[in-house]
Structure formats: structure tokens, C-alpha cells
């Protein structure tokens, strides 16, 4: 069941980050979404993030529904759909949010945009969907993705559930008569993680997939005291075991000012990735903004990725 809606800013935080030159105050509320955590950031490096992630305007053109997904478990994830000009099928790009750094905001997670990415996909003649997995906003179900002790995390399994979700969003989406079976995945930071961990499923009609700063555990309180990457050593393990089953073709964005996964731990994730047997073509780019995490989801970020991501799609079957 699919209903029209309008996309408004109707909360502090959103009316905040509406306003670029306020999405700071909009970051000291916390709103900023990167990875999952279990600690209130006191700042967040993501201002930018939730500045454009959320509520930039978009195209005129682009026609925007509501969409529930039957999800694992009876849940039904809400997601949001922005269809190109004309009524002809056109094939499917999935768009995957991160999870805020405060983990109690999770329920109260607003419906993402990533309004430049989106449009630059629908300028293209794509149809875009963008799922709340379980347990985040409006969608039903309990929150599936996550990884355990800082110390021992499983952060494979935790992309295993936010994966389950974005083929759940795949599946229903083909059912939709305005909707082709060639689908394109991109995600960033959490969704880009879920996003690599669906690659070790190798989904059918899905020729390849895009990770904007993608991988779990960062900005988190430490055992042995500050903050940091839980066990950033299990991400690049946990890398590996989705290369040794991965075929499909992917592309890795990762900026050097990244402040959640680093330019040494990205490249060692994508190294061990590829060399268990997946296809990262790993793209370091350069230091985008106060953080680079956030370029997914800024208004002004397009001109570094899209060459990239241009000639990435190009390239596929």
C-alpha cells in the first residue's frame, strides 16, 4: 500500500538543520546519524550529515511516496520512494541510512532523503527507495544490528540483519509496476556496512553495489578509556568473510578526513575484502568538509562522488 506524501520540516532539530548555517546547533541536539552507539556524543563531527541527509529539498519533478515493506519477522519498515519523471519501468536504486550515534534515538529516527544523492539518481531515470530498517523511526519490528561488546563484537552478523532488510525492500519494490528488476544498492557508514554484508549474498538481478564510508563500531567509549573504533580489527575479519563469498562488483568511498573509519582501517577492510575473493574497487577520495563521513549526505559533496559512481555504473552489466 502506497500513499502520497509531502516532505516537511516539522521538528526543532529539522527545522535546525534546514538552515545550513544552523546545522551545528542541530548536531549539539544530537541528531547526527553515523553508526550505531550506546553513548550520547557530547559533538557530533557529522553537522553536515543530518543538514542535507534529512530535509533538503528536492527536485520538483521527482514524485514521492510512502511504501511498507514486509520485513523478517512480521515487522513492516517504512520507506520512502522518489520516482523519475514519465510512468515507463524504470530500474531500482536502494539507498541505506546509517544509525544515529545515540543509540536512543533510534525510534525516533526520521524518515532520510539524501536529497543530492537522490536526485542525481532520479535525474537518471532511476526509481529510488529509501527503507527504515527494523527498529529505526516508524518501521516495525525490534532492532536487529547489534554487535555486542566493544571488546568482541560480531559486527559480520549485525550487517547480516541490516542485508535482510534491503532485500526485503528489493523484493517488495520488484512487485511495484513502476519498477524493473535491475536494482542498484548504495549505503553509508551502518547502511553501507549492510550494504557490503548483502554482497556476500550476491542478490539476482542486483549488478553491483556502492559503500559510501560503510563499517560499524565508531565514536565509542573504549574499555581502556576515550573514544574510538570498537576492535577495528574485527571489521577488517569481518570484511574478509563477506569477500570470500561476494562476486558482485562494488565501489568504496571512503574520505581521508573520515573521523569513524580511517583512511589505514578503510583501506585494510577493502584489501582483506578483495583479497577472500570480492570486488571492492576501494576509491580513497579527499578530505571532504569538517568530516568527511557525512559526504553521502551533503548537498555540496556531489561533484566528488558522482565521476566515481558515474563511470562505476557504466561499467556494469
Known amino acids: 500500500m502506497s500513499a502520497s506524501i509531502s516532505a516537511r520540516c516539522s521538528t526543532p532539530a529539522c527545522s535546525a538543520a534546514c538552515v545550513p548555517d544552523r546545522?551545528?546547533?542541530?548536531?549539539?541536539?544530537?541528531?547526527?546519524?553515523?553508526?550505531?552507539?550506546?553513548?550520547?556524543?557530547?559533538?557530533?563531527?557529522?553537522?553536515?550529515?543530518l543538514a542535507f541527509v534529512f530535509i533538503t529539498p528536492l527536485s520538483a519533478q521527482e514524485r514521492e511516496e510512502i511504501v511498507r515493506v514486509p520485513a523478517t519477522g512480521g515487522a513492516n519498515l517504512i520507506a520512502t520512494v522518489f520516482r523519475p519523471a514519465g510512468d515507463a519501468r524504470a530500474p531500482l536504486v536502494v539507498i541505506n541510512h546509517g544509525s544515529p550515534a545515540d543509540g536512543s534515538q533510534r525510534t525516533t529516527m526520521q524518515r532520510p532523503k539524501y536529497s543530492a544523492l537522490t536526485s542525481w539518481f532520479t535525474a537518471r531515470g532511476y526509481v529510488v527507495v529509501l527503507p527504515l530498517r527494523r527498529g529505526y523511526g516508524e518501521s516495525g519490528g525490534t532492532w536487529a544490528e547489534a554487535y555486542g561488546r566493544c571488546e568482541t563484537p560480531d559486527y559480520y552478523n549485525a550487517g547480516l540483519q541490516g542485508a535482510a532488510d534491503i532485500q526485503s525492500t528489493i523484493d517488495h519494490m520488484r512487485t511495484l509496476p513502476y519498477v524493473a528488476n535491475r536494482a542498484i544498492v548504495v549505503g553509508q557508514s551502518a547502511g553501507g556496512w549492510a550494504t557490503v554484508a548483502l554482497s556476500s549474498r550476491n542478490p539476482p538481478g542486483v549488478p553491483g553495489m556502492i559503500n559510501f564510508a560503510g563499517g560499524r563500531g565508531g565514536h565509542q567509549k573504549l574499555p581502556g578509556g576515550g573514544t574510538g573504533n570498537c576492535t577495528p580489527e574485527a571489521l577488517v575479519q569481518a570484511a574478509a568473510k563477506y569477500g570470500a563469498t561476494a562476486r558482485v562488483p562494488m565501489l568504496w568511498l571512503y574520505t581521508q578526513n573520515d573521523s569513524f573509519f580511517e583512511p589505514s582501517l578503510a583501506a585494510r577492510m577493502a584489501q582483506a575484502y578483495d583479497a577472500a575473493g570480492g570486488k571492492a574497487n576501494y576509491k580513497p577520495l579527499p578530505a571532504f568538509g569538517r568530516d568527511g563521513h557525512g559526504l553521502a549526505g551533503a548537498s555540496n559533496g556531489t561533484a566528488q562522488w558522482a565521476p566515481l559512481v558515474e563511470s562505476f555504473l557504466a561499467g556494469l552489466r
Not at 37 to 42: F, K, L, N, W
Open 23 to 49: 546545522a551545528d546547533a542541530a548536531s549539539r541536539r544530537g541528531a547526527a546519524a553515523a553508526d550505531q552507539g550506546d553513548q550520547t556524543m557530547r559533538f557530533s563531527p557529522l553537522a553536515f550529515l
